[in-house]
């Protein structure tokens, strides 16, 4: 099965085993549960690039897995 460039795209997945809640990129909202943000994307210039998890027990994408499987850059 080879994997398109539309699941490292953050998208709606009911049931995935892996939502953004469990990813080590996503970085909680303490305000909302629901919600929390993504800091996997970075720009040219190193800086971290968020982008908000509308539903981090719904919402996932490929990179999840690199999540899991590498060691954490950025400490
Ligand atoms: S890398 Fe993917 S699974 Fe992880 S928080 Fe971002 S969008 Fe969610």
Redesign the pocket.
């Known amino acids: 099965m080879s994997t398109t460039v539309d699941e490292?795209?953050?998208?709606q997945e009911a049931g995935t085993k892996?939502?953004?809640?469990?990813?080590?990129?996503?970085i909680a909202d303490p305000t909302n549960p629901l919600r929390?943000?993504?800091?996997?994307?970075r720009n040219k210039m190193g800086g971290v690039w968020k982008?908000w998890?509308t539903d981090?027990n719904t919402?996932?994408?490929?990179?999840?897995e690199?999540?899991k499987l590498s060691f954490r850059e950025h400490v």
């Open positions: 490292y795209m953050m998208h892996k939502p953004c809640q469990s990813c080590k990129w996503q929390g943000q993504c800091t996997v994307n982008r998890v981090v919402m996932t994408c490929a990179k999840h690199e999540g």
